[in-house]
């Protein structure tokens, strides 16, 4: 289980999340970039500057930000999360103190999941921070859950290599409602994910997880787990549909 050092370079975190960040979404706005990091507006602009400076990002006319020339550009997701990260973060807290686990919010980036929101948990050991980690979707619990609700054509488009056997675990998460990831992405690390809805079309939208170690982890548990995602899942949505974007 991989967390945080226990001495670590805060602004050199905090350029290395916003350089992951630029290369998930393609376009960042400073506004955005404070809240996805937890700084200041003049904290978040002088990271961009410097990450233009050096040819990791560039300045749009808007005066958004996107990926430079330095910067791989991978798979971006649909589009900025910044009103889904605001929504979810709250909701977040909530589940974390609830239950004592790390949350976060995927979501689909090609045939990757992409960690857009992470709140740690107070339980000992916790998760560590997983913001801007991205992992193939076909393993995390987030990423499993946003498969299976994907149609078949999707879903041939953005895993080429689809077998059999994957096509009725994702079946099988479909029907349950929820997917367990248990140590494939991480050793010692297991989660729980359900999926996040758009308000409106009630399109899948996201995943919202709970990660823990795999020692805490227990089945009876599960159906407990299960309920706390789903109702935060559905207080997203609503919180979603009132936001100016939503």
């Known amino acids: 289980m991989r967390n945080r050092p226990a001495y670590t370079v805060e602004s050199v975190d905090h350029a290395l999340q916003l350089a992951m960040l630029l290369r998930q979404?393609?376009?960042?706005?400073?506004?955005?970039?404070?809240?996805?990091?937890?700084?200041?507006?003049?904290?978040?602009?002088?990271?961009?500057?410097?990450?233009?400076?050096?040819?990791?990002?560039?300045?749009?006319?808007?005066?958004?930000?996107?990926?430079?020339?330095?910067?791989?550009?991978?798979?971006?997701?649909?589009?900025?999360?910044?009103?889904?990260?605001?929504?979810?973060?709250?909701?977040?807290?909530?589940?974390?103190?609830?239950?004592?686990?790390?949350?976060?919010?995927?979501?689909?980036?090609?045939?990757?999941?992409?960690?857009?929101?992470?709140?740690?948990?107070?339980?000992?050991?916790?998760?560590?921070?997983?913001?801007?980690?991205?992992?193939?979707?076909?393993?995390?619990?987030?990423?499993?859950?946003?498969?299976?609700?994907?149609g078949a054509a999707e879903l041939d488009a953005t895993l080429p290599d689809v077998d059999d056997r994957l096509r009725g675990e994702l079946e099988l998460v479909r029907r349950r409602g929820y997917a367990v990831n248990d140590q494939l992405t991480e050793e010692g690390v297991t989660a729980v994910g359900v999926l996040v809805r758009a308000p409106g079309t009630m399109a899948p939208l996201a995943a919202i997880a709970l990660a823990m170690p795999s020692e805490r982890f227990d089945v009876q548990q599960l159906p407990g787990w299960v309920g706390s995602l789903t109702a935060a899942s559905a207080l997203i949505t609503r919180d979603l549909a009132a936001e100016p974007d939503g």
């Open 25 to 150: 979404e393609g376009t960042v706005r400073v506004t955005d970039a404070a809240a996805a990091l937890g700084v200041s507006r003049s904290t978040a602009h002088r990271l961009l500057q410097t990450l233009a400076y050096r040819d990791f990002a560039e300045q749009a006319p808007d005066r958004s930000y996107r990926p430079g020339s330095l910067l791989a550009t991978g798979e971006h997701t649909s589009h900025p999360y910044a009103a889904l990260r605001r929504v979810a973060r709250p909701h977040l807290h909530e589940l974390a103190t609830a239950t004592g686990e790390s949350a976060n919010v995927q979501v689909l980036g090609g045939e990757n999941a992409h960690v857009v929101v992470y709140v740690e948990g107070a339980a000992w050991p916790s998760v560590g921070d997983r913001f801007t980690r991205e992992w193939p979707a076909r393993l995390t619990s987030g990423g499993r859950v946003l498969l299976a609700h994907l």
